[in-house]
């Protein structure tokens, strides 16, 4: 059938199985809107505030429900406002389809109104970025698209149109989306089994590879049928439930001082699909000292970081939930009852703990409430700070799905487009975003999205009017100049959720926390909580940089 461009971009999209998309229109991208008026019975939209947010939404979309997000935008400064959203959603590997519209082609390298080569721009923090002048190339380029989104190691993929390509009018045939192929090498893995097979001390590592490649249950498995403990990276925290004897928590700059334990003292070390990223490893020459008697086994969808920070004796490139899958169907059941024993005898002297004092609100009380009120069932998105850590620490994830944080790129201002993208995903779940008031005001215009379209989640907002993270590390390694790093803002919360649509409850004492949260789960309403807490709360344990990951700080001292 003839459609214009514009339509094919709709029915490709309903071929890939989209149903759901976020963006803001602007003039450019006027005639992809208009024909979405006309599809709007088949793809629902959300017109965010601001297109980062959308671009996050559309982040959030993909890690709660495991399919591609998709993002609209305009040309010039509606392009350029994804780039930092798209390296967000690139950078931790998920699938992102990012379409924007640009000026006719006739009008291209002209400096035209709102002209930027946004392929260009987003070539960098893409696994691929296009630009599409002929209308006979746009739906294959859209399925083209979305294949390398979501092959071998996942990312965003940017698609530029010019305005006149979404007018024109082409021959239009429908296509069965292309099958992916997920390979493991199976030598690898008969190799891998016997390295396994001669451990006495185990030691799982897992990254965010077993949450895209689907492999929680085998994980599970995995560490059952091999006896060992886990611990996980922060883009794992949701692959296995924390609540297990086996969890160990996170590993890195803010891990478990068990889990540097048990790495430091593990005779194998499976790392299960990670990057081995700076803020896991710490300081990486002392990380691969720290190991250099363990047999390190890594098994990763992408050659290319087998060796790229840390060394590793034996490496299986491979579709981790398969690699994990034929592994268990390659090892005896194995038991290493002193090894349990002694990692649980560590977990039980290092607990992680945030004092307070009387009707002191701590982020580990509000956390582990949110979890008892919540049945531990909630999907829960974060901003970045010293909120997002406390997070990962105290709140006890259980289910496959259900968190959504920046990890990599560390994107203050991500969490409550992530959390409405991830209500649009999961519309049964109860959705909190964690902020702290630094995040906050970087995208709270976003309540009013949750305000227009009724979406009922929960903003929790730790105020400690300061940039607490950056305010840590003042406190230890610049003599407490606090440069620039006292927030202080007098913003009225309450009268600003008003102004907003938004019901606001406050806590300040920690008799309060039950109650207010429950009412916040149960009430079907967007709410936003500020919960008043002391500037002088800090994220521990932590380790201190270019120190050993072996050496976490427990407690600080300031003199």
Known sequence: MILNGSEILMETLLEQGVDTVFGYPGGAILNIYDALYKYSGRINHICTSHEQHAAHAADGYARISGRTGVVFATSGPGATNLVTAIATANMDSIPLVAITANVNSDLLGLDSFQEVDIASVAAPVTKKSYLVKDVAQLADTVREAFFIANDGRKGAVLIDITKDVTSARCEYEHKAPKEHDRPADVKGIDEAAEIIRSAKKPYIFAGGGVRLSGAEDELSAFADRIDAPVSLSLMAKDCLDNMSDRCLGMLGMHGTKVSSLALINADVIIAVGTRFSDRVTCNTKSFANNISGAKVIHIDIDPK???KN???????????????????????????????????EWKRTYPLMQ?????????????????QVTGREAVITTEVGQHQMWTAEFYPFKDPHTLATSGGLGTMGYGLGAAIGAKMARPDKTVVNIAGDGSFYMNMAELTTLSKYDIPVIELVFNNTVLGMVRQWQRLFYGERYSQTNVEKPTDFEKLGEAFGIETITISKKSEVLEKLDHAVSCGRPVLINVLIDKDINVLPMVPAGASVAEPMLEIKVN
């Open 305 to 307: 970081e087998f060796d």
């Open 310 to 344: 840390v060394r590793a004796d034996h490496k299986i490139c491979g579709d981790v939930r398969k690699v994990l899958s034929l592994l268990c169907d390659r090892l005896e059941k194995a038991s290493h009852p002193e090894w349990m024993a002694q990692v649980a």
């Open 355 to 371: 004092a307070g004092v009387g009707e002191d609100v701590t982020p580990q009380y509000v956390l582990e409430s949110l979890a």
